[in-house]
């Protein structure tokens, strides 16, 4: 196999959207549409299969990440992160922030070993008071890497309104206003996935990406890829303990509308809770299906819609999944650098289900 990075640099602000739909009506529950810094796996993989379909010109598989497959062939990717091509730096978008993936992984390592520890609902809710205040003081001793990251990347709304058009005339639409929240980059910054491929093909083109026409320049790149050359020494240590930082959403199973019709009793048994061995425990790893030990999950699960397919006209499914930014325990792991590339769930191979082992130091 060869690997290497994509890299995309935007060729202007750019629009992605959180899941869930917006209603413009100035009278209704939502008018605001939040955006993400960086763009979701199937975003991503979406924009390369469009690459290539232009190239074929057919289309063949049962679904949506079938029909991804077929395009790509046989390739891996990895991510999603943005990319300082000046200084090198890899940042990741973690609760609606971006973070310097080294100074991430070390702060979600000293935390999780506090989380661990915690064997009720209060002590866990203890915990979370002794992380935030955690947080609170990275925070002040970090205000460099925070303008750093500013100038990378930064958000800022922009107001529209409905217009209704008759006779070649727009009108303004009564009571119809929204306000979507793009993300301004600087020249340095790059939306980058790393890939794997039995045959990468060193590429360029300018690609549609997000929401509104946003575009950019790709680059398929045959160089290291961005977090085995971050990580790699610290991949080649033995340890008995490993973290698994999920940084996309981990989609736990394959038959969405089966799965979907429990989701309900799914979500309030492990919604926003600290997940630790029980029943669901057992369940969730069974769907995971990964070939080493877990041994605790920390985090969230919520129903991920993963874009709309163009090719059929419609939304892709929604899956329960794990939410990114959450923690694997794991231990027996062989290859951490096999873990990162392999993943977990379903469509992990397009991006989904990516973590980063880092060890989880006594």
């Keep these: 196999f060869m690997r290497g990075i994509v890299e995309i640099k935007p060729l202007s602000s750019l629009l992605f959207r959180e899941p869930g739909e917006i209603d413009p009506w100035v009278k209704g529950p939502a008018t605001v549409a939040r955006g993400r810094y960086l763009p979701s796996p199937s975003t991503i993989a979406g924009a390369l299969a469009f690459i290539m379909y232009k190239r074929k010109k057919c289309l063949k598989g049962e679904d949506w990440v079938d029909e991804i497959r077929y395009l790509l062939g046989n390739i891996k990717l990895r991510g999603t992160y943005l990319f300082d091509v000046k200084n090198g730096a890899v940042y990741i978008e973690h609760k609606n922030n971006l973070i310097?993936?080294?100074?991430?992984?070390?702060?979600?390592?000293?935390?999780?070993?506090?989380?661990?520890?915690?064997k009720t609902f209060h002590d866990y809710e203890q915990s979370k008071n002794i992380i935030a205040s955690l947080q609170e003081k990275g925070r002040k001793e970090n205000k460099q890497e925070d303008n750093v990251m500013e100038n990378l990347a930064e958000k800022y709304d922009k107001i529209g309104i409905a217009?209704?058009?008759?006779?070649?005339?727009?009108?303004?639409?009564?009571?119809?206003?929204?306000?979507?929240?793009?993300?301004?980059?600087s020249s340095d910054a790059r939306i980058a996935v790393d890939i794997e491929g039995s045959n990468l093909i060193e590429y360029e083109d300018i690609i549609r990406i997000g929401g509104k026409g946003g575009k950019g320049v790709v680059k398929?790149?045959?160089?290291?890829p961005l977090i085995p050359k971050h990580?790699?020494?610290?991949?080649?240590?033995?340890?008995?303990?490993?973290?698994?930082?999920?940084?996309?959403?981990i989609l736990v199973s394959d038959i969405s509308n089966a799965i979907v019709s429990n989701s309900k009793e799914c979500l309030s048994n492990m919604k926003g809770a600290c997940i630790i061995p029980s029943l669901k425990f057992d369940e969730m790893k069974s769907l995971l299906k990964a070939d080493f030990e877990i041994k605790y999950i920390i985090g969230s699960i919520s129903l991920v819609a993963t874009g709309y397919s163009l090719s059929r006209n419609r939304r892709k499914p929604l899956y329960p999944a794990i939410d990114k930014g959450s923690i694997i325990v794991a231990e027996n792991i062989n290859d951490p650098e096999d873990v990162y590339w392999k993943g977990l769930g379903f469509a992990s191979d397009i991006g989904y289900g990516t973590v980063i082992p880092y060890p989880l130091k006594p």
């Design 220 to 224: 398929i790149k045959n160089t290291d």
């Design 100 to 118: 310097e993936l080294t100074n991430l992984l070390k702060n979600i390592s000293k935390y999780t070993k506090i989380l661990i520890k915690a």
């Design 163 to 185: 217009l209704n058009r008759k006779k070649k005339i727009k009108i303004v639409k009564e009571n119809y206003l929204y306000s979507f929240e793009y993300t301004s980059y």
């Design 231 to 249: 990580l790699g020494k610290e991949w080649e240590k033995n340890h008995t303990q490993w973290i698994l930082y999920a940084v996309s959403p």
